[in-house]
C-alpha cells in the first residue's frame, strides 16, 4: 500500500518550494520572451535575443525542479502561476493596469493550478 505524505508541515514545505519555483520560473520565463518582443517588436538591438535565450534555459530548468511526478501536471499548474506573472509583468514594467476580468481570470488560473498541483493522488 502507498503511504501518502499528508502532514501539514509537508503540505507546507511543498507549497512553499512550488511558490518559489514557479515564481522563478516565471520570471525567467516571461523576461526571456520580452527580450525577443522588444527585438523583433521594439526595434531593439538583436543583442537582446542572448540574454533572453539564457532566461528560457533557466526557465526550463527550473520547472523540472516543480515536485510532481508528471511533467505535464507541472507545465499545467505552472499555466495558471505564468498567467498571474504575466499580469503582473504587464503591470510594472509595461505600466498597463490589469481590468478586473484580468483580475478574474488571474484568480480562476490560480484555482485551477491548485487543484492540479494539490489534488490528493493515490498513485
Same mark, same amino acid.
Given at each position: !500500500?502507498?503511504? &501518502?505524505? /499528508? %502532514?501539514? !508541515?509537508?503540505a507546507i514545505? !511543498? %507549497?512553499?518550494?512550488? $511558490?518559489?519555483?514557479?515564481a522563478a520560473a516565471a520570471l525567467a520565463? $516571461?523576461?526571456?520572451?520580452?527580450?525577443?518582443?522588444?527585438?523583433l517588436r521594439n526595434g531593439q538591438s538583436a543583442w537582446w535575443v542572448l540574454p533572453g535565450i539564457a532566461s528560457l534555459i533557466a526557465f526550463a530548468w527550473l &520547472?523540472?525542479?516543480?515536485?510532481?511526478?508528471?511533467a505535464g501536471r507541472a507545465f499545467a499548474a505552472y499555466g495558471g502561476v505564468y498567467i498571474v506573472a504575466s499580469l503582473a509583468w504587464m503591470w510594472t514594467v509595461e505600466k /498597463?493596469?490589469?481590468?478586473?476580468?484580468?483580475?478574474?481570470?488571474?484568480?480562476? %488560473?490560480?484555482?485551477? @493550478?491548485?487543484v492540479i498541483l494539490? @489534488?490528493?493522488r493515490s498513485a
Amino acid at each position: !500500500m502507498l503511504r &501518502l505524505r /499528508t %502532514s501539514p !508541515m509537508y503540505a507546507i514545505r !511543498m %507549497s512553499a518550494s512550488v $511558490i518559489v519555483i514557479y515564481a522563478a520560473a516565471a520570471l525567467a520565463e $516571461i523576461a526571456g520572451c520580452f527580450a525577443f518582443w522588444a527585438w523583433l517588436r521594439n526595434g531593439q538591438s538583436a543583442w537582446w535575443v542572448l540574454p533572453g535565450i539564457a532566461s528560457l534555459i533557466a526557465f526550463a530548468w527550473l &520547472l523540472t525542479l516543480a515536485p510532481t511526478a508528471a511533467a505535464g501536471r507541472a507545465f499545467a499548474a505552472y499555466g495558471g502561476v505564468y498567467i498571474v506573472a504575466s499580469l503582473a509583468w504587464m503591470w510594472t514594467v509595461e505600466k /498597463t493596469r490589469p481590468d478586473n476580468w484580468d483580475a478574474v481570470g488571474a484568480a480562476l %488560473s490560480i484555482a485551477g @493550478a491548485a487543484v492540479i498541483l494539490f @489534488a490528493p493522488r493515490s498513485a
